[in-house]
């Protein structure tokens, strides 16, 4: 294979990242404020885009740069994930970067977010893994404290140092799967799991915990997610509505990859104890998000224990899959696409509220319904769908992962879905409690208003897509268990 | 057909929804016509129905989630039959009774009645629905009307109380998830039908458990002592047509569902916990009954109540016979219809007087004679005269349960005199003794829609009371199929 043509495998990876320096250098050359950044970070991410479908349609697979690269269809579902959160966040930004003086560094920055995002989910090497995510965290620092007021940069420090840790112990763990399995390679170390050491089985644990350290930091996962209610808070709030997507989106892809393919599959002697592991972090988290997010007042803070609620949930799936459901990745996968259209919509009707009613404190949003039904309804909408009440996707989404974890057939299983069941009816407290202000409390201030254009684009495409996969979710499903069917061992 | 009488109220809630703002008040009358509609279907459904055939009629049924890989089809499969006819037919005549005791609605009109509307479509979806997912999807979808309708038209402690009905039924349902996915995978089908021809013999956790698991929703529903405590809030703080439904048709959810899934599909655990059915029943009617006698709030004492009447539901269940069943079915439903009257008047009554203290009240049949001879006539039937609906139907399930359960239905029957007790002190207090000055100006029952709204009720009372055929006949066929179960196998 000449190097063209491994290029043309990691292609929208490329795009991305080279997309990322024309828009540098369209600042440079063109008059100061006259480029127009958006289009052309969403050209970038239509190329990509593009190049991803002629991927997928091509059937462009395996292994490239000597195994270290996969194309997949996994890989790819993910890509389009990233594009499409991606390109909202961009639409969605517009007014909000017009008041910020670093416009196209912004988008050169979700750019590079985006394409070293879509090189992790087809990473197939520990060091690619490692210099992805790590590119991923630092471009993600870096736009948290974009504003550089106090609290963004208060914010950017914390999510820096945590992220910094988390990254220290994968590294760590890293070494560990290294020096047991003797190889960096997802299918190195799958063929040692498989093989039967168990005499490996302590350091293979060791490696394996302080991945999922690192792991659970990006997906938010109890107990690394002490950054995420306080980047939520302080951050700028385009940027973690991005954050709060993608980069659990990237998690769970990554880990999905590193643990299915890389530790050998269901069937391992190890499997069991991962399970266990992912069952332990997604019972504390959604015990812990869920019981947090009840006495929350800030709408951000909302969000951010909402959050680690939710990925408490899909790690249910991450569970499922260890335990040998064939329908753990898919429900995964399928939990997470809805995720991303659901938590998109709702951060883009809260940055639009709060935009104009320069708060966001919960009992500031009482009355919305009267001055802006649009965005009352589309938050409202998402709020159900993370409730998990029909006809939303999040309804579909939750029954399609504890679904999941019964097929799987182990009783710890059944016995994490009835927590999980029961922190449904916990969060409907506060998913609930909120919409109510919006819908039935009489509002302090009565001057209705209107998102802007492009907001409004971003948010009815949400609101649609949640109503959408809640009524016909075949087509995302039957997508997903394709892109899972090519999760395996190479 | 039956997907018509699904469809019709939904399509008439999406138009309400998207009237003009200075054309609101067409919203009653959008909602008459659609409720109205779909009140004629529900008639011809009932009357076309063939109770001499066995098996569901008027099927419909498609595929509605068929992934790729197995484990996950569900439905859309409806149909009616001998149990769930009666029901149809009752939710379709209470819905346009709910309908037009909203007719005086000035707030929010268009929100109102889409809201009303669409908890129809909600709750015919949980009588007609014949997958199990599909099933708990209404069983959700009707939550959020019912929360919303509380919450903004209720008065006194709405909020706390739209939350508290939620969270109950939200905690109640979480577990029967978790029991219809266990079920469900280890059959390989949500299918109804499918799963009561072969009942579970064996799953991953003991199929006791998986019973309560589902009968837990059903009990919180019904509702029985300890799990009722929502009921009384719910209904004290909800607007009348709200009452109505909640009395009406939502309670019978509960025992339609132990009727439909809990005792087909799991037959012998429904067997071997009879015992502990009945005595939770027989409590229920007396304990209901009881603090019913303690009530000075016309609402609260109707809502008591309803909590003992639906211990009659339950002992006839528990007695697992085929009149006892039969009892129970009927019980429901003529429960539906004089428990609506009666808070259809108490709503007329608070109108007036603005009051619901009983002891503040009295002499008021001087003021508004038809309102107190209606108000009578429903007290009489709910206390179970002969020749009205109630008598009838609490027959029945003495008759049945009374060989099986001596000791609760001789409760039962005590619950009847009790029953006596409170109604007739009621009436007396407030219609009887002396005129009060202060009631001077009152008018009796003026409207066209009240008279209609009474007039439907009072001619199905007296009319089932006289010629109980015509509810028997459908429910007798609907019964027999679950009580062949019990006499074959146990």
């Given at each position: 294979?000449?190097?063209?043509?491994?290029?043309?495998?990691?292609?929208?990876?490329?795009?991305?990242?080279?997309?990322?320096?024309?828009?540098?250098?369209a600042?440079?050359?063109?008059?100061?404020?006259r480029?127009?950044?958006?289009?052309?970070?969403?050209?970038?991410?239509?190329?990509a885009?593009?190049w991803a479908?002629?991927h997928?349609?091509?059937?462009?697979?395996g292994?490239?740069?000597?195994?270290?690269?996969?194309?997949?269809?996994?890989?790819?579902?993910?890509?389009?994930?990233?594009?499409?959160?991606?390109?909202?966040?961009?639409?969605?930004s517009?007014?909000?970067?017009?008041?910020?003086?670093?416009?196209?560094?912004?988008?050169?920055?979700l750019?590079?977010?985006?394409?070293?995002?879509s090189?992790?989910v087809?990473?197939?090497?520990?060091?690619?893994?490692?210099?992805?995510?790590?590119?991923?965290?630092?471009?993600?620092?870096?736009?948290?404290?974009?504003?550089?007021r106090d609290?963004s940069?208060e914010?950017g420090?914390k999510?820096?140092?945590?992220?910094?840790?988390?990254?220290g112990?994968?590294?760590?763990?890293?070494?560990?799967?290294?020096?047991?399995?003797?190889?960096?390679?997802?299918d190195?170390?799958?063929?040692?799991?498989?093989?039967?050491?168990?005499e490996?089985?302590?350091p293979?644990?060791?490696?394996?915990?302080l991945?999922?350290?690192g792991?659970?930091?990006?997906?938010a996962?109890?107990?690394?997610h002490?950054?995420?209610?306080?980047?939520?808070?302080?951050?700028?709030?385009?940027?973690?509505?991005?954050?709060?997507v993608?980069s659990?989106?990237?998690?769970?892809?990554i880990?999905?990859?590193l643990?299915y393919?890389?530790?050998?599959?269901?069937e391992?002697?190890?499997?069991?104890?991962?399970?266990?592991?992912?069952?332990?972090?997604a019972?504390a988290?959604?015990?812990?998000?869920?019981i947090a997010?009840?006495?929350?007042?800030?709408?951000?803070?909302?969000?951010?224990?909402?959050?680690?609620?939710?990925?408490?949930?899909?790690?249910?799936?991450l569970?499922?899959?260890?335990?040998g459901s064939?329908?753990?990745?898919?429900?995964?996968m399928?939990?997470?696409?809805?995720y991303?259209?659901?938590?998109?919509?709702a951060f883009?009707?809260?940055?639009?509220?709060?935009?104009?009613i320069g708060?966001?404190?919960?009992?500031?949003y009482?009355?919305?319904i009267?001055?802006?039904?649009?965005l009352a309804?589309?938050?409202?909408?998402c709020?159900?769908?993370l409730?998990?009440i029909?006809p939303?996707?999040?309804?579909?989404?939750?029954?399609?992962?504890?679904?999941?974890?019964v097929q799987?057939?182990?009783?710890?299983?059944?016995?994490?879905?009835?927590?999980?069941?029961?922190?449904?009816?916990v969060?409907?407290?506060y998913?609930?409690?909120?919409?109510?202000?919006?819908?039935?409390?009489?509002?302090?201030?009565?001057?209705t208003?209107?998102?802007?254009?492009?907001?409004?684009v971003?948010?009815v495409?949400?609101?649609v897509?949640?109503?959408?996969?809640?009524?016909?979710?075949?087509?995302?499903?039957?997508?997903?268990?394709?892109?899972?069917?090519?999760?395996?061992?190479? | 057909?039956?997907?018509?009488f699904?469809?019709?109220?939904?399509?008439?809630?999406l138009?309400?929804?998207?009237?003009?703002r200075?054309?609101?008040?067409d919203?009653?009358?959008?909602?008459?016509?659609?409720?109205?509609?779909?009140?004629a279907v529900s008639i011809?459904?009932?009357?076309?129905?063939?109770?001499?055939q066995?098996?569901?009629?008027?099927?419909?049924?498609?595929?509605?989630?068929?992934?790729?890989?197995?484990?996950?089809?569900?439905?859309?499969?409806?149909?009616?039959?001998?149990?769930?006819?009666?029901?149809v037919?009752?939710?379709?005549?209470?819905?346009v009774?709910?309908?037009?005791?909203?007719?005086?609605?000035?707030e929010r009109?268009?929100?109102?009645?889409?809201?009303?509307?669409l908890l129809?479509?909600?709750?015919?979806?949980?009588?007609?629905?014949?997958?199990?997912?599909?099933?708990?999807?209404?069983?959700?979808?009707?939550?959020?009307?019912?929360?919303?309708l509380?919450?903004?038209?209720?008065?006194?402690?709405?909020?706390?109380?739209?939350?508290?009905?939620?969270?109950?039924?939200?905690?109640g349902?979480?577990f029967?998830?978790?029991?219809?996915l266990?079920?469900?995978v280890?059959?390989?089908?949500?299918?109804i039908?499918?799963?009561?021809?072969?009942?579970?013999q064996?799953?991953?956790?003991?199929?006791?458990?998986?019973?309560?698991?589902?009968?837990?929703?059903?009990l919180?529903?019904?509702?029985?002592?300890p799990?009722?405590?929502?009921l009384p809030?719910?209904?004290?703080?909800?607007?009348?047509?709200?009452?109505v439904?909640?009395?009406?048709?939502?309670?019978?959810?509960?025992?339609?569902?132990i009727?439909?899934?809990?005792?087909?599909?799991?037959?012998?655990q429904?067997?071997?916990?009879?015992?502990?059915?009945?005595?939770?029943?027989?409590?229920?009617?007396?304990?209901g009954?009881?603090?019913?006698l303690?009530?000075?709030d016309?609402?609260?004492?109707?809502?008591?109540s309803?909590?003992?009447?639906?211990?009659y539901?339950?002992?006839?269940?528990a007695?697992?016979?085929a009149?006892g069943?039969?009892?129970a079915?009927?019980?429901?439903?003529?429960?539906g219809?004089?428990?609506?009257?009666?808070?259809v008047m108490?709503?007329?009554?608070?109108?007036?007087?603005?009051?619901?203290?009983?002891?503040?009240m009295?002499?008021?049949?001087?003021?508004?004679?038809?309102?107190?001879?209606?108000?009578?006539?429903?007290?009489?039937a709910?206390?179970?005269?002969?020749?009205?609906?109630?008598?009838?139907?609490?027959?029945t399930i003495?008759?049945?349960?009374?060989d099986?359960h001596p000791?609760?239905?001789?409760?039962?029957?005590?619950?009847?005199?009790?029953?006596?007790?409170?109604?007739?002190?009621?009436?007396?207090?407030?219609?009887?003794?002396?005129?009060?000055?202060?009631?001077?100006?009152?008018?009796d029952?003026?409207?066209?829609?009240?008279h209609?709204?009474?007039?439907?009720?009072?001619?199905?009372?007296?009319?089932i009371?006289?010629?109980?055929g015509?509810?028997?006949?459908?429910?007798?066929s609907?019964?027999?199929p679950?009580?062949?179960?019990?006499?074959?196998?146990?």
């Amino acid at each position: 294979m000449t190097g063209w043509e491994q290029v043309y495998h990691i292609g929208p990876a490329v795009t991305l990242l080279g997309g990322a320096g024309v828009v540098l250098l369209a600042d440079m050359i063109l008059p100061r404020g006259r480029a127009p950044f958006a289009l052309l970070t969403l050209l970038v991410l239509a190329l990509a885009a593009g190049w991803a479908i002629w991927h997928a349609n091509t059937g462009t697979t395996g292994p490239s740069f000597d195994g270290a690269v996969v194309t997949d269809r996994f890989a790819l579902f993910f890509i389009f994930l990233f594009i499409a959160a991606t390109a909202a966040v961009t639409i969605a930004s517009t007014d909000w970067v017009k008041k910020l003086d670093l416009s196209a560094e912004y988008y050169a920055l979700l750019l590079v977010a985006a394409g070293s995002m879509s090189l992790l989910v087809q990473g197939n090497d520990l060091i690619l893994i490692f210099v992805a995510l790590e590119t991923t965290a630092i471009v993600q620092y870096v736009l948290v404290g974009l504003t550089r007021r106090d609290r963004s940069a208060e914010a950017g420090i914390k999510y820096l140092i945590s992220g910094a840790v988390a990254a220290g112990l994968m590294i760590y763990g890293f070494a560990f799967l290294f020096g047991t399995t003797g190889a960096t390679s997802l299918d190195g170390i799958a063929s040692f799991v498989q093989a039967g050491h168990e005499e490996a089985r302590l350091p293979l644990t060791l490696g394996f915990v302080l991945v999922a350290a690192g792991f659970g930091f990006k997906m938010a996962l109890v107990p690394f997610h002490g950054w995420a209610p306080d980047v939520y808070q302080g951050g700028p709030t385009p940027i973690i509505s991005f954050l709060s997507v993608a980069s659990k989106a990237g998690g769970f892809a990554i880990a999905l990859r590193l643990f299915y393919t890389g530790l050998g599959g269901s069937e391992t002697f190890i499997s069991e104890d991962w399970a266990m592991m992912f069952g332990v972090l997604a019972v504390a988290s959604m015990l812990f998000g869920n019981i947090a997010a009840l006495v929350q007042t800030d709408v951000r803070r909302l969000l951010g224990y909402s959050s680690i609620a939710q990925a408490g949930n899909i790690a249910i799936g991450l569970a499922a899959v260890s335990a040998g459901s064939t329908l753990g990745p898919s429900g995964v996968m399928f939990f997470l696409a809805t995720y991303v259209a659901t938590n998109l919509g709702a951060f883009f009707a809260v940055i639009a509220i709060s935009q104009r009613i320069g708060s966001y404190e919960i009992g500031d949003y009482a009355g919305l319904i009267r001055r802006s039904p649009m965005l009352a309804a589309v938050l409202m909408l998402c709020l159900l769908s993370l409730t998990g009440i029909p006809p939303t996707a999040g309804f579909i989404a939750k029954i399609y992962i504890f679904n999941s974890a019964v097929q799987a057939g182990e009783q710890w299983l059944i016995v994490l879905v009835a927590v999980a069941v029961v922190n449904t009816a916990v969060s409907a407290y506060y998913y609930l409690r909120l919409a109510r202000t919006m819908i039935v409390d009489d509002a302090k201030d009565e001057m209705t208003f209107r998102p802007t254009l492009s907001m409004q684009v971003v948010l009815v495409f949400a609101a649609v897509t949640v109503i959408f996969v809640g009524l016909v979710p075949a087509p995302l499903i039957s997508a997903a268990q394709r892109a899972a069917e090519t999760l395996q061992i190479q | 057909m039956v997907t018509l009488f699904l469809l019709l109220p939904l399509a008439g809630a999406l138009l309400a929804l998207f009237l003009p703002r200075e054309r609101e008040l067409d919203a009653r009358w959008i909602a008459l016509l659609f409720s109205g509609l779909a009140f004629a279907v529900s008639i011809v459904i009932f009357v076309t129905f063939d109770p001499d055939q066995s098996g569901y009629q008027f099927v419909d049924q498609f595929t509605w989630i068929n992934p790729s890989g197995a484990g996950f089809e569900v439905q859309y499969f409806v149909g009616v039959d001998g149990l769930s006819a009666p029901m149809v037919l009752l939710l379709g005549l209470l819905s346009v009774v709910a309908v037009l005791v909203s007719f005086n609605i000035d707030e929010r009109v268009k929100e109102y009645f889409a809201y009303l509307l669409l908890l129809e479509t909600a709750v015919a979806g949980v009588f007609l629905s014949l997958d199990l997912i599909q099933f708990f999807l209404f069983w959700e979808l009707e939550l959020l009307p019912m929360y919303m309708l509380i919450s903004i038209w209720g008065s006194g402690r709405n909020r706390y109380s739209a939350m508290k009905f939620l969270i109950y039924t939200l905690a109640g349902s979480a577990f029967m998830l978790v029991g219809f996915l266990v079920i469900g995978v280890d059959a390989g089908t949500f299918e109804i039908s499918a799963l009561t021809e072969m009942p579970p013999q064996d799953a991953l956790i003991p199929l006791s458990l998986v019973f309560w698991a589902i009968m837990i929703a059903f009990l919180v529903k019904l509702p029985v002592f300890p799990v009722h405590t929502w009921l009384p809030d719910a209904h004290t703080d909800a607007p009348t047509a709200v009452s109505v439904m909640l009395a009406g048709v939502l309670l019978k959810m509960g025992g339609y569902g132990i009727l439909r899934i809990a005792l087909p599909i799991l037959p012998e655990q429904a067997h071997d916990f009879r015992f502990v059915l009945a005595a939770i029943a027989g409590f229920s009617v007396l304990y209901g009954a009881v603090i019913t006698l303690q009530q000075r709030d016309l609402k609260r004492l109707i809502a008591y109540s309803s909590v003992s009447h639906m211990g009659y539901v339950l002992l006839g269940i528990a007695a697992l016979g085929a009149v006892g069943l039969s009892g129970a079915a009927l019980q429901m439903f003529t429960h539906g219809t004089i428990t609506g009257l009666l808070f259809v008047m108490v709503g007329l009554i608070y109108e007036r007087t603005h009051t619901r203290d009983i002891t503040s009240m009295s002499g008021l049949m001087h003021r508004m004679p038809l309102i107190g001879t209606v108000m009578l006539i429903a007290g009489l039937a709910s206390l179970g005269l002969p020749g009205l609906s109630g008598f009838v139907a609490e027959l029945t399930i003495f008759l049945g349960a009374f060989d099986a359960h001596p000791a609760a239905t001789i409760a039962g029957i005590f619950g009847v005199v009790l029953a006596a007790g409170y109604i007739l002190w009621m009436v007396q207090r407030i219609f009887h003794g002396p005129a009060d000055e202060k009631w001077a100006d009152l008018k009796d029952a003026n409207c066209w829609w009240e008279h209609v709204a009474m007039g439907s009720l009072v001619v199905v009372i007296v009319a089932i009371g006289i010629f109980p055929g015509i509810i028997t006949d459908s429910i007798e066929s609907g019964i027999a199929p679950i009580a062949q179960i019990f006499e074959a196998n146990l």
